[in-house]
């Protein structure tokens, strides 16, 4: 299968994301696939399977490696319209490390919240095994999540909220006495079909949902091949005929040579390589 060629990234929209940590690209997905991709996330969530469920006490549920879970997920993974960013901000030495689907109840009114309380705030950074092993300020910019929201956007729909230019700021960040976020704190102004990026050194946060309806979204996270995957592994995907060489290597394929044997560190990443020389021909870059 050749894969179609999309636009190279913006050069300006790299440089937004390098001082900014994050970045919203517009209509990343079509309005069919949202649709489609609601529809699995719901019929994912009515299920009593409990292989990568991802629940906790705040009544967050979901899942881990959804892509394994439902077919309606893989376009997501080498999502033209997201993937030539990805590739700019990091490398194309890429995998996919995580596919997840998180589905949080809208607070009632008066209802009593166990996160996003002044004792709780929940800004945080992504990676935190990182940070505790390199320290804060030696982290790197390793891995980048593209966050899709699959219900209504509305200001009180809890949006993942960003610190601006927080990633070149190793934190803690500060929030003021008595409230739940630091100053300057920003919901980023999403559009149904938008999909948001931003990396782990991005201090971020949930908003708060006191829609009335559950918030939705799917977010998929890159990050160097050398990074370990957060999902369970999937290697019966890697095998479809219907998947092409660049969403295998996204998909964790080896370095190995074709007939199964070890091959150069990094030539598993030859497919995502040959891909970004033909679709940019300037360097990627990371930070």
Not at 111 to 118: A, H, N
Not at 227 to 246: G, I, Q, S
Not at 263 to 285: C, L
Request: hydrophobic share 40%.
């Amino acid at each position: 299968m050749t894969r179609p060629l999309p636009a190279p990234p913006d050069p300006d929209q790299l440089a937004a994301f390098d001082r900014d940590g994050y970045l919203v690209l517009r209509d990343a997905i079509s309005a069919d696939l949202r649709e489609r991709l609601a529809e699995a996330s719901q019929r994912l969530l009515a299920t009593d399977r409990t292989a990568g469920r991802d629940r906790s006490t705040d009544g967050k549920d979901g899942f881990r490696g959804v892509v394994a879970m439902d077919d309606a997920f893989l376009p997501l993974i080498a999502n033209p319209a997201v993937l030539p960013t990805i590739v700019g901000l990091l490398s194309p030495n890429l995998h996919l490390m995580s596919s997840n689907l998180i589905h949080m109840p809208s607070i009632p009114p008066g209802g009593k919240r166990t996160i996003r309380v002044p004792e709780r705030h929940g800004w945080h950074r992504d990676m935190a095994a990182a940070t505790r092993d390199l320290g804060p300020a030696k982290v790197p910019r390793l891995a980048i999540k593209a966050a899709y929201y699959l219900s209504d956007i509305t200001p009180d729909a809890g949006l993942t909220m960003v610190l601006p230019g927080s990633s070149h700021d190793p934190g803690p960040v500060t929030v003021p006495k008595g409230a739940i976020d630091p100053p300057r704190a920003i919901t980023p102004d999403l559009g149904p079909c938008d999909v948001l990026l931003f990396e782990n050194r991005t201090w971020h946060a949930g908003g708060l949902n006191t829609s009335g309806r559950p918030r939705l979204a799917v977010m998929m996270q890159y990050g160097y091949r050398w990074l370990a995957d957060l999902d369970d592994p999937a290697p019966h995907l890697r095998e479809r005929t219907d998947l092409d060489d660049v969403e295998r290597q996204l998909l964790g394929a080896p370095d190995r040579n074709e007939d199964g044997s070890v091959t150069h560190e990094g030539a598993g990443a030859w497919a995502v390589q040959q891909w970004w020389d033909r679709v940019n021909q300037t360097s990627a870059h990371s930070s």
